[in-house]
Structure formats: C-alpha cells, structure tokens
C-alpha cells in the first residue's frame, strides 16, 4: 500500500490539532535552545512578525530535515556530499492524465527533466525538477515550468487548498522543510489548451 505525504499530511495534521496534549503550531521557527539537569528551554520565533517565545519541554527532538538546526546546535556532523542538486517543486491538479501518463500507469515518471509524481493516482500531482541555470529560483514561473516538462502550451487555474502546499527549491536531494523558499504557498490545477 502507498500512502503519498501529500494525502497523509491533512489526515496527521487533524489528528494533532485534536490531540489534547500536542501544541502545534506553523509559521514557528526554532531559534535556539538550553538544556538543564529538568529539561530544555526552546527559543521559537514566530516568522510573520519576528516575536520570540520561550518555552518549556521535557525533551527536544531534532525531526527538521537535513538542515536542521536542531542538530547543528548540538554539535552533530552530516557525511557525504551537500547540495547534490537542486529542485524545483510544483503541487499541482490535473486530469489530463491522458497526457500525464501518455507512458501508462506508474506512480513516479522520470525523465531528463525531473520527476512526476502520481500523488492519489487521480489527479493531484508533484513535479520535481531542476531550475534553469542562473534563474533566480522564487521569480520562476509554476505555469511555464510545468508547459515546458509537459512539452506542450497549457492554461494553468490556481487552487487554494484546506491546507497550503509549497512550491519549494531544494539545495540538495534529501533536504525540505526548512529549506523551503519563501514563496506564496499554491497548488495549481493544468489542463491542456488546444493544440493549433
């Protein structure tokens, strides 16, 4: 069974707002942290409006990607090569799958030019690709990049779902979260126009 990160997160998401002794929060980050012989104070900085917080936790868990500060703070090493490559991530709906899965049904299509993914095997898709070279990665166009993947013209609506999705640039191939651009969250929805 596969279940993709993008149908299981609203269903997580649900799970802790409703979960008595979870505080979840978005748009925090973690700033800094000290450790005493009872626990831990973390410092959070609210994004939007740059306020800091203090607040008070048994333990501290570093599950923040492969920049985490968590880890950085505490002193522990990566191995191997970093920024393996970037990329470009695009959510998006489509029914076009006559088009999409033109190569027959798979849950993952690769070519030179990156990655789709069939997120619910319908029509929510992500596509993962390489920025253009020299282009400056939070001014690129979702719609011109999903026309040029694709091979042909299309018109692209944008969506806005429940929960917001990203379109995020990854300094290296196992990296997210935190290394996500700060871009207006958005997921678009392509049909293709009619061929001349």
């Known amino acids: 069974m ?12 649900t799970a802790i707002l409703n979960h008595p002794l979870v505080d979840a929060r978005w748009g925090v980050a973690f700033e800094d942290f000290q450790q005493d012989a009872d626990g831990v104070t973390a410092t959070l900085r609210t994004v939007e ?14 599950c923040d ?3 985490s500060i968590v880890r950085d703070k505490l002193g522990i090493g990566l191995e191997g090569r970093a920024a393996v490559a970037h990329r470009y991530m ?12 033109a190569f027959g049904i798979a849950w993952h299509y690769q070519t030179a030019r990156g ?22 990665v939070p ?11 694709v091979g042909r013209p299309s018109r692209v609506r944008s969506w806005s779902p429940i929960r917001g999705s990203r379109i995020s640039c990854w300094p290296n191939a196992i990296k997210a979260g935190a ?6 969250p958005r997921i678009n929805t392509y049909r293709p126009a009619a061929m001349a």
């Open 179 to 184: 290394s996500s651009w700060p871009v207006t």
């Open 90 to 101: 695009i959510h998006f709906r489509s029914d076009a799958r006559d088009i999409l899965q």
């Open 65 to 67: 990607g492969g920049s």
């Open 115 to 136: 990655t789709l993914i069939a997120q619910d095997d319908k029509d929510t898709w992500t596509l993962q690709t390489r920025p253009p070279p020299g282009v400056d």
């Open 2 to 13: 596969r279940v993709s990160q993008v149908m299981i997160e609203p269903v997580l998401q």
């Open 49 to 62: 409006t740059g306020v800091t917080e203090q607040v008070r936790c048994d333990f501290l868990a570093g």
């Open 139 to 149: 001014n690129l166009d979702p719609d011109a990049v999903l026309e040029t993947w």
